[in-house]
């Protein structure tokens, strides 16, 4: 069975830092996809970065880079040069076989100026 | 290109009724999955529609059911609403189904449905 797993309920980091939002993985399929959605108060689920089992290099899309370290099953998201409108909630997700995410508990980040 | 679509925004509803929601993908996407996201349950899956037919379905009761349109248009129903049915509805579209690279999940603004 696929579970994920987001050990912070809630972290800060000062406007201009990097932070990283931590998230483990297990599951017994050897193909998956990782995601990382970020949903404002407004609900909507912004997807942010993916990154595949066999991608070999870590994904980055803009100030969003996952570390993923897959011998640990874990996908990490270091957001750089944090921003106000960072403030969020950021979710990770999995995908394997079926086309349906697993998603984590959810980490609120809180920027302060 | 237009994102995800969700009809209506909002809806307030009493226990007993029945509703239907709507979810239009993205342009080329056919398929289209379903979630329900509480504070107390997270974010769970509901099922998914892929080419009109149901691909996948997760541990919901049979009130909850969806259908799929030729022009890949979504809607689910929930009939006989109970009071935890109350949550945030999001619908996401794909390419195709299957994970795979290349074949993310974009979502829409979300139904929030309160039942009274």
């Known amino acids: 069975a696929q579970k994920i797993t987001q050990t912070q309920p809630g972290m800060f980091v000062q406007e201009k830092e990097a932070v990283t939002l931590d998230c483990t993985y297990d599951?017994?399929?050897?193909?998956?996809?990782l995601f990382w959605y970020k949903q404002p108060s407004s609900g909507e689920m912004i997807f942010l970065i993916y990154?595949?089992?066999?991608?070999?290099q870590n994904a980055t899309e803009g100030r969003y880079s996952l570390n993923f370290q897959k011998a640990r099953k874990s996908a990490n998201l270091v957001i750089s040069a944090s921003q106000l409108g960072d403030s969020a909630m950021y979710f990770c997700?999995?995908?394997?076989?079926?086309?349906?995410?697993?998603f984590g508990t959810g980490t609120r980040l809180t920027v302060i100026p | 290109k237009a994102g995800v679509t969700q009809t209506p925004r909002y809806l307030i509803k009493t226990r007993g009724q029945q509703v239907t929601l709507s979810c239009s993908p993205i342009?080329?996407?056919?398929?289209v999955s379903w979630y329900q996201q509480t504070p107390g349950q997270g974010l769970q899956f509901l099922f998914e529609?892929?080419?009109?037919?149901?691909?996948n379905k997760g541990n919901f009761p049979g009130r909850f059911s969806g259908r799929q349109f030729s022009n890949s248009r979504s809607e689910m129903n929930v009939s006989t609403l109970e009071l935890g049915d109350s949550a945030l509805y999001l619908c996401?579209?794909?390419?195709?189904?299957?994970?795979?690279?290349?074949?993310?999940?974009?979502f829409g603004p979300g139904t929030r449905l309160t039942v009274l």
């Open positions: 997700a999995m995908i394997s076989g079926a086309n349906n995410l697993f």
């Open positions: 996401a579209s794909s390419y195709t189904t299957g994970s795979r690279s290349g074949n993310e999940q974009f």
């Open positions: 342009s080329g996407h056919r398929s």
């Open positions: 990154q595949g089992s066999y991608d070999q």
């Open positions: 599951t017994s399929d050897p193909s998956y996809g």
């Open positions: 529609y892929f080419s009109e037919t149901q691909r």
